[in-house]
């Protein structure tokens, strides 16, 4: 670790923090449907989309419709990226002739894209034509990311309203989180992009000529694009294979930095629009203090594992130099572009959110630095998380610690105003159960069966990871990999597909059972034993509660895999 690495991390969060705040105050008038400055020309297309979509914006639903609308929604979407990429070797804009999508591939893909996950069992440059990259992938780049954010603010109206039936309209919210603030972002994003060298046009694959005379073909297409909405929704699907490590996916440093500044800013921003939202600018600092500060924690101990390199390199007389692209450090798997730090940051935060973008293969990282974004994804999607979710699921976490605090002073517990009673906590329980449930359901599965066996690359206690890394990916919707583990099977095909799935709606469905029952309750004033939170004592308590509940969970998989190749690599043990 170097001060110029230590930089660029404050320089990151710096950046970070000066966007979210005013994109917050933004979408919160958006979504109390306060004029904005776009009204004037978002206003009339808004009123056109809800006219053709035959969509009433001013009759509002009880929580089942929402969730109903929101389950049917992405069902339709995922049956119609699944038509799209089956029948692609018939459609237009296919200048490579790429052919039909296999039926286990198509299904993984489109469960992966309506849920979020975004994860890639193909390669995109040589597996999906121009129109499938388009209508599939970044169409449902924007809504899956709306239909998170519509979710959240169902569940913010829930504190924000009382003894009402409703939590809005799950349409208008997703017209409106499309319409004005993904595309908007998008489109700034596209262009800059753009100005930074990355390819956006419909032109055929280039075959060129090597010195040595050998034939290579340079893959391109509408990229930028589908970049931009990729990390600003937090999806992370790749244009290209290398993913954000393909020099026409990243191009520069300030590509770079603009991917990783993406990736957190509407999740961050949408923390400051719930303190808007509900009248109260102190809870949004505390939980953005809370996730800022174990994404800080994440990136610091993921820049030192790496800066530090392996201890078998160290014992053959290496010495670990103060510059990231000096020996000693960990390059393996790492653009040399953008060095140790960057690296690290981009990994770090591309696992805190739902992003799973990589610009460096976690499989090539340390043991310790690779269950890094291995854990960020294990506590639930919470450090952030996707656009939406991650706040949906700090807030689960919130009703659990309140719960606990009450427990500590014998009263009912109580999050801003609203009485957290026994249906709330078991409900909070429940989305907390379904990620362990299905990342070690699925993970034993597949260390027991031929099948699963059958796609690690590596012997050990690294295979281990992979597959554990693959399933928490799936849960978390994610989407990152850790490169080393063969998914296109029919096996891991079908199990990765039902963790998504599982990992999007089991949680989706409970979370607005939440908003509707906090909806229908009176607002309790603050009396001198509610316990508060916005202060540092209960940003702490909330930090704890997160790390116990993942650590008594995963921690004795976690000792099988990364720990203990860790401590076998540095007493020189290899697999």
Request: net charge neutral; charged share 10%; glycine share 10%.
């Amino acid at each position: 670790m170097n001060a110029a690495g230590i930089l660029q991390i404050v320089v990151y969060f710096a950046v970070l923090t000066a966007g979210a705040i005013p994109l917050g105050a933004y979408m919160a008038r958006v979504y109390s449907a306060e004029r904005t400055w776009l009204d004037p020309v978002l206003k009339p297309i808004e009123r056109i989309i809800y006219k053709v979509c035959f969509i009433k914006p001013d009759q509002e639903q009880h929580w089942t419709a929402y969730a109903f609308s929101c389950l049917m929604f992405s069902v339709v979407g995922l049956l119609v990226m699944y038509a799209v990429m089956r029948l692609q070797a018939l459609l237009p804009l296919n200048p490579a002739s790429q052919v039909a999508v296999a039926p286990d591939l198509a299904f993984n893909t489109a469960a992966s894209f309506a849920t979020n996950t975004n994860w890639q069992n193909y390669g995109g440059e040589s597996t999906m034509s121009y129109l499938t990259q388009m209508l599939g992938m970044t169409v449902k780049n924007f809504t899956s990311a709306a239909t998170g954010m519509a979710v959240l603010v169902a569940l913010v109206r829930g504190f924000a309203r009382r003894q009402v039936k409703t939590v809005g309209n799950f349409y208008v919210d997703s017209v409106r989180s499309i319409l004005y603030v993904l595309l908007p972002l998008a489109i700034v994003v596209t262009l800059a992009l753009v100005w930074q060298g990355m390819p956006q046009s419909f032109d055929a694959y280039t075959e060129a000529t090597t010195l040595e005379g050998a034939k290579q073909v340079i893959a391109q297409g509408p990229v930028a694009s589908q970049v931009a909405i990729k990390h600003l929704g937090t999806n992370g699907g790749g244009f290209f294979n290398a993913n954000s490590a393909h020099p026409f996916e990243n191009p520069t440093a300030f590509s770079n930095l603009i991917e990783m500044a993406g990736e957190l800013l509407i999740s961050a921003g949408l923390v400051f629009a719930f303190g808007r939202m509900i009248g109260d600018r102190r809870q949004a600092r505390a939980l953005y203090l809370a996730m800022s500060t174990m994404l800080v924690i994440g990136i610091g101990v993921c820049y030192w594992a790496e800066a530090a390199g392996n201890p078998l390199v160290q014992a053959m007389g290496v010495d670990v130099a103060a510059s990231d692209l000096a020996p000693g450090g960990n390059m393996e798997g790492k653009e040399v572009r953008f060095g140790i730090a960057n690296s690290a940051i981009f990994a770090a935060a591309t696992t805190g959110t739902s992003t799973g973008a990589v610009n460096a293969m976690h499989d090539s990282f340390t043991p310790i630095g690779g269950m890094v974004p291995l854990v960020n994804i294990m506590l639930g999607e919470v450090i952030f998380g996707g656009v939406g979710c991650g706040l949906h699921g700090m807030i689960v976490f919130v009703i659990i610690a309140v719960f606990i605090a009450g427990l500590m002073v014998g009263r009912t517990p109580e999050y801003l105003g609203k009485k957290m009673e026994s249906k709330e906590v078991k409900l909070a329980v429940l989305c907390i159960l379904i990620f362990p449930l299905s990342i070690l359901g699925f993970g034993a599965v597949a260390m027991a069966l031929p099948a699963g066996l059958a796609g690690m690359s590596a012997a050990g206690p690294h295979g281990l990871t992979e597959v554990l890394y693959a399933y928490s990916s799936a849960t978390g919707n994610n989407g990152s990999a850790f490169a080393g583990l063969s998914g296109n099977t029919l096996f891991y095909n079908t199990t990765l597909a039902a963790a998504m799935l599982i990992g999007r709606f089991l949680i989706i469905v409970p979370t607005l059972a939440i908003a509707g029952s906090l909806a229908a309750k009176k607002i309790v004033p603050p009396s001198a034993g509610t316990f508060p939170t916005h202060g540092m004592l209960f940003i702490g308590l909330l930090i704890a509660v997160i790390v116990v509940i993942g650590g008594l969970t995963f921690f004795p998989v976690l000792a099988l895999g990364p720990i203990v190749e860790h401590l076998a690599l540095a007493a020189g043990t290899l697999f």
